[in-house]
């Protein structure tokens, strides 16, 4: 795996380039220099265990033959307060399907991804605290 990430202005805007050519574009806040062009960089963390774990859900429920017809996954973490750098202390996510899900097979699969099959997750410290849960819209 390879991304490339290059500067694309005299500040804090980047784009990263994955070997499909695929890009997304990073930027800090005003408040750090930066000018909102893009997602800052916790929030693409928390944007790739959230997004691990749905390519997990959906594909556990697909083996299982429910009827997901959508996903959406609320994400929220909590950062430290104090110190130079300020890593999250917590993540909770909210997973919301739509379709005739069964609600055990549902929480099941949101289960198993995020505390086994996320690479992403269990890339990060252990010690921070992943609460989710599964909920099916009508």
Do not use: W
């Not at 000018?35 to 800052?40: S, Y």
Request: charged share 25%; glycine share 8%; aromatic share 6%.
């Amino acid at each position: 795996m390879e991304v490339e990430i290059k500067q694309l202005n005299d500040n804090l805007h980047f784009e990263a380039a994955n070997s499909d050519g695929n890009t997304v574009h990073m930027d800090g806040g005003p408040a750090v220099g930066g000018e909102g062009k893009g997602m800052r960089p916790m929030e693409l963390l928390l944007t790739a265990v959230a997004s691990c774990s749905a390519f997990d859900v959906v594909s556990i429920l697909k083996k299982q033959r429910e009827p997901l017809e959508n996903l959406t996954i609320s994400a929220k973490a909590d950062r430290a307060e104090e110190g130079d750098a300020k890593p999250f202390t917590s993540m909770h996510f909210i997973f919301k399907m739509k379709g005739a899900v069964n609600q055990a097979k549902a929480d099941r699969a949101v289960k198993l991804s995020v505390e086994k099959y996320c690479s992403v997750g269990a890339t990060l410290d252990p010690n921070i605290p992943i609460t989710y849960e599964a909920v099916i819209e009508a």
